[in-house]
């Protein structure tokens, strides 16, 4: 094994063999034997025309393979229609080749029937599963180097082995206390506030954590009351006045 | 081992003999049977229904019909490449030479002459082994076939000839 076959290309794994036929020129063939045909002297129009019908029959005509043997058939119905002059000894006989291919296809499948009898026999026989010869490994000495070579290809390794990639993970301080204070601030002036208004333009994630952090803080105390109105709405900041009244 | 496989190819021939008859006289259910060069113990077929209904083994999947076609025309024409089957089956052959080297019956043997040093395909020793024979030559030669080829180019022309001879005859 090993080598590659050639590259098949997808269009190709489509294999036609509907019925008995496993191609044109069974298919021809089985036409030849049903109307009891002398397989040398083939009446090509006649032929031709029945393997036509057939193939249309056979919802066959989509396939390449049968429609080159239908052009074929044609085109040797035409050679035969060619007047020819009598006595002409470079006359060749235009359906010559196609008979010789379907001797030789009669052959093959002559040989068919063999090896479906052999392989039918062998089928019904059962071995351990076949091991074709064992690749051998080529026979090898004992290893041998010292002990310097081992510690330099060890050195080498060490180098060539990628450094582990490190991450740095920089704490960030977030200043939750800071914005609490901002909150606070801006919450005494007006008892309403918007996101807007608590988180500073251009923020800094850090900030926007902030923020987010000591609102939620602060909510926790009752010292204010988010609202969202409905989804990926502005978040509303209200003073909450209950907690204040208690 | 190593003193078994030192004996001469005498004894070991004696030794199968002897095993092939053990098998053969006291009712086994296996036979010996000498395969692609080997030697393989096969069940008998008398034994397959009930080996199969044992579910101990399955038969392998049958060729269609249009892969023994291939493999018959690989089998007598090997070394071939893929356009000269094609020719002959009149079908394009891509989907089943792949299949028949997925199943190891066929293996690449080589590249051929001519344009794109075509890939050339042979049977391997498990196309033997599938059909329990011990050697290619097993097989009939082609001549020796019911429906033989007047061989290939060369003669194929006399043949042409006479059958041109027979079709003037007729319509003379």
């Known amino acids: 094994m090993g080598a590659r076959l050639e590259p098949t290309d997808p269009a190709e794994v489509f294999v036609v063999e509907l019925g008995d036929f496993s191609g044109p020129l069974d298919l021809l063939l089985s036409l030849i034997r049903d109307e009891q045909i002398d397989i040398y002297d083939i009446p090509i129009a006649r032929v031709a025309e029945q393997f036509l019908a057939r193939i249309s029959t056979l919802k066959l005509d989509e396939a390449a393979d049968y429609l080159e043997m239908a052009a074929r058939l044609l085109r040797i119905k035409a050679q035969m229609l060619l007047p020819r002059r009598e006595g002409e000894d470079a006359w060749e006989d235009p359906r010559a080749e196609l008979v010789r291919r379907l001797l030789e296809y009669q052959q093959v499948r002559e040989v068919v ?57 920089i704490p960030r301080a977030l200043d939750v206390d800071g914005a609490i204070g901002v909150v606070r601030a801006i919450l005494a002036m007006r008892a309403q506030a918007q996101w807007t208004d608590v988180v500073p333009k251009k923020a800094e994630p850090w900030q926007v954590l902030s923020v987010l952090l000591a609102l939620l803080e602060l909510a926790k105390l009752g010292e204010l009351r988010l609202d969202q109105p409905r989804a990926f709405a502005p978040v509303a900041i209200s003073r909450d006045t209950t907690s204040e009244a208690a | ?99 028949l080297h997925e199943r190891g019956l066929i293996d690449v043997t080589g590249r051929g002459e001519g344009m794109g040093r075509p890939l050339m395909y042979g049977t391997t020793p498990t196309f033997l082994e599938q059909l329990a024979l011990r050697h290619l030559e097993e097989l009939p030669r082609a001549d020796e076939l019911a429906i033989a080829l007047r061989a290939p180019r060369p003669a194929l022309q006399n043949g042409s000839d006479e059958q041109q001879e027979e079709t003037r005859q007729r319509a003379g």
């Open chain 2, 1 to 99: 081992m190593a003193s078994n496989l030192d004996e001469p190819g005498e004894s070991v021939d004696s030794a199968l003999a002897e095993l092939r008859d053990h098998y053969e006289q006291d009712g086994h259910g296996v036979e010996l049977l000498e395969v692609a060069g080997g030697w393989q113990i096969l069940t008998r077929p008398e034994y397959t229904e009930a080996i199969e209904r044992a579910q101990l083994a399955a038969r392998p999947q049958r060729l269609s019909a249009a892969a023994l076609e291939t493999l018959a025309i690989i089998a007598y024409r090997q070394p071939i490449g893929r356009a000269e089957i094609e020719e002959i089956r009149g079908v394009n052959a891509g989907a089943i030479l792949k299949s």
């Open chain 1, 113 to 169: 029937d063999l090896l479906e009898k052999l392989s039918e026999e062998r089928r019904s026989r059962f071995a351990r599963a076949y091991l074709p010869n064992p690749v051998l490994p080529p026979p090898t000495g004992a290893l041998s180097f010292s002990l310097a070579e081992l510690l330099g290809a060890v050195d080498r390794v060490i180098r060539i082995a990628r450094k582990p990639n490190v991450h740095e993970v």
